[in-house]
């Protein structure tokens, strides 16, 4: 209790500055000093990431860019010499199998790390297959093996279609496709098959569908 400053006459409760500290100390204070109480200390860091998680999620919902969606490894270095070697891009319509395993060869040759192989790998993919690896669950991705595993199981069943015969026959020549064009497609499906038609059966098949 303690004198009123503007009213002699009357005494006011002082706080006491300890009982605050009470409220963030230890139950058990040793001596004269307040210990930290290590819940308090522990629920505070905890609403202080919220709050930093509630502010990322708005700045992502504002400019629909999470920065650490695509750089999910921060701590990836390359070698100052380092130029990333011109490799095939996978569209979504190969066999994953074989553009995963000369991806990972060709960057196991140049002594790159596996975290850096993962932040590299979107830019060996275009079309469908860059689209899809772009919103991929983050649980799916932490490691390189990871990524390989959801890419292969994404694309598997481009390796178990198998060409045939009749699908060939039935590719035609489109309107307004040139002539090397559509031998280049049609090319391109008969080195699927395990077991192609001979060159003159092949001859046969492509003049029939000009």
């Given at each position: 209790m303690v004198v009123d400053p503007n009213n002699p006459g009357h005494l006011v409760v002082q706080p006491n500055p300890r009982v605050f500290c009470a409220l963030a100390a230890d139950p058990n204070p040793v001596g004269d000093m307040p210990v930290t109480n290590p819940n308090i200390t522990a629920f505070t860091a905890k609403m202080a990431k919220l709050e930093e998680s509630i502010a990322k999620a708005e700045k992502v919902k504002a400019s629909g860019i999470d920065l650490d969606r695509l750089c999910l490894y921060p701590n990836a270095k390359l070698s100052e010499k380092f130029k990333m070697p011109d490799l095939a891009k996978f569209d979504g319509s190969g066999d994953p199998r074989?553009?995963?395993?000369?991806?990972?060869?060709?960057?196991?040759?140049?002594?790159?790390?596996?975290?850096?192989?993962?932040?590299?790998?979107p830019q060996t993919l275009s079309g469908p297959a860059f689209h899809w690896f772009l919103p991929l669950d983050i649980a799916k991705r932490r490691i390189w093996e990871d990524i390989g595993n959801a890419f292969i199981s994404q694309y598997s069943y481009n390796s178990q279609l198998k060409m045939t015969t009749w699908e060939l026959e039935s590719t035609k020549l489109k309107a307004k496709e040139s002539f090397a064009d559509f031998v280049k497609r049609w090319r391109a499906k008969a080195a699927l098959m395990t077991e192609r038609p001979s060159e003159k059966d092949q001859l046969r098949i492509i003049s029939r569908n000009l």
């Open positions: 074989t553009h995963f395993y000369s991806y990972h060869a060709t960057m196991k040759l140049l002594s790159v790390k596996p975290e850096a192989m993962s932040q590299l790998f």
